[in-house]
């Protein structure tokens, strides 16, 4: 498994790909960051993610969308499903490694806790606490979209899947509210007050799995169909 | 160390290949034949256990392929058709790579991957991405990441498609001095090429195994013994004639004439004799100047066409 993560880690790194999703994000958080600290003239660094969650709502594809597609349509995938490594174990390392590029991308926002902190007081553990959340979030919507890379050949058909639905469980909330816990995005919201809120963090852990083990399903159920 | 049993391979209705069944010894090179769309591609996808049979068992080295995949996926070096790679890695890495998802011991990794690199010729290249490298390249480095794991059996589908006649001969001694070591399985729609390296051919057609035999015996089944063609300068055209003289001779054809005004001829005995001494005597008594005599020689392409046909019709 470690070979997956180290391979995936240097492939989006040699890409463009990792530069993209981290280049992408930090220049629209910049940008939020900039609108609310001046603004409002706040030192809050929780708020922010609020805005972050939803550029991570639109850029997540980036990461996810190749993961299994791509192998599956250069034929790369022979290489590893003839290989005596467990699909669970491909299907994890790919995960864990789209997790690790979100990872870096979150240490990489401790600078503007830095630059707040210059001025003001911010607050650590709340800060924590809103990484923690986002992480949750990222992993759940990193979930989905390998889950959707593992449906299709075509990238672009998987990433529109994964940006399609995410919209889907945004809005879902304004129809009914029988859907307000359907919405990934929502279950992020309490985090940034700086609540670790269990069924929030059992839900998102809760989906991260269960779509790695479709992803898994699928794969495996694909041996006798393909 | 392969033994595959009453293998069926359905796509809904459609049937890939169907209860195929052979077995296949510690050493040997076998090659697969048969036209497109025969069933080669999928036949090797289920010994590499990448696709399952609908039915039927194979058993990899005492391994069945659906209940101990991990350990018979570990006797297998497999290089898939079209030589699929991770083109943004070097070589060097992507070899590392299939050394670490075949489970290499981590001890003699490095020593292990210095070998296989020296000896697919790599050695030049191995700092470039894959990306960048020639069709014959990819093919080698693709073999490469076969041959990681020291693994007991190769697969390799189509192994000399896309390269230049000097690439060919290369990997084809590459192969052959593979196959001293390893129980070899290739695939080929090129004849001459499995019965220069394969001491077994095993021909497919339409998702059926039409014969499995040695190349020689193939040849040999095939083989019209008793035909000779010959080539005379003949202006009176007494070669019609000689069907009276030789009472062997059971038919006498025209094939071409040439410009220079000699013709060949095919002439078919009865039974099975040689005819080549009569002929040249006779023709000799009758003026008739043999420019050119041979017998008949078939080759696995006429095997194989004859037994495809046969199969079709």
Known sequence: ?226 | MIEVKHVTKKYGKAVAVEDISFSIKEGEIVGLLGPNGAGKSTTMNMLTGFIEQTEGDIIIDGYDMLKKPKKAKKEIGYMPEGVPLYTDLTVREFVQYMAEIKQVDKKTRKEKINQIIEKTGLKEVEKKLIKNLSRGYKQRVSMAGALVGTPKILILDEPTVGLDPKQITEIRSLIKELGKTHTVILSSHILSEVSQICNKVIIINKGKIVAIDTPENLENKVSNNNCVYVTVEDPENKVNNMKDKIKDIKKLELITENEDGTKQYMIEAQGDIDLRKNIFSEFAKENITIFELKKADSTLEDAFMKLIEGGNK
């Not at chain 1, 940008?31 to 972050?52: A, H, K, L, P, R």
Request: glycine share 4%; proline share 3%.
């Open chain 1, 1 to 226: 498994m470690w070979a997956v993560i180290k391979k995936e880690i240097k492939s989006y790194f040699y890409s463009p790909i990792g530069y993209v999703f981290i280049g992408l994000f930090l220049l629209m958080f910049s940008i939020f960051f900039y609108t609310d600290v001046f603004n409002y003239q706040s030192t809050n660094f929780e708020y922010i993610f609020y805005s972050g969650a939803t550029i991570l709502t639109f850029i997540t594809p980036i990461l996810t969308m190749r993961t299994i597609a791509e192998e599956r349509k250069t034929g790369t995938e022979q290489l590893i499903l003839t290989s005596p490594l467990n699909i669970t174990k491909v299907v994890i390392g790919k995960f864990i490694a789209a997790t690790l590029i979100v990872i870096i991308t979150e240490a990489c926002t401790f600078l503007y806790f830095a630059i707040l902190s210059f001025f003001g007081t911010p607050h650590i553990t709340t800060a924590l606490v809103t990484l923690l959340g986002f992480l949750l979030l990222a992993m759940s919507y990193i979930s989905f979209g390998i889950l959707a890379s593992s449906l299709t050949e075509n990238q672009i058909i998987a990433g529109v899947i994964t940006i399609g639905f995410f919209i889907l469980t945004w809005f879902l909330p304004q129809f009914s509210n029988i859907f307000t816990n359907f919405s990934l995005i929502n279950l992020f919201s309490k985090f940034p007050t700086g609540q670790i809120d269990i069924a929030d963090t059992v839900t998102f852990i809760t989906f991260t799995i269960a779509c790695l083990l479709l992803t898994v399903i699928f794969m495996q159920r694909r041996k006798s169909v393909r």
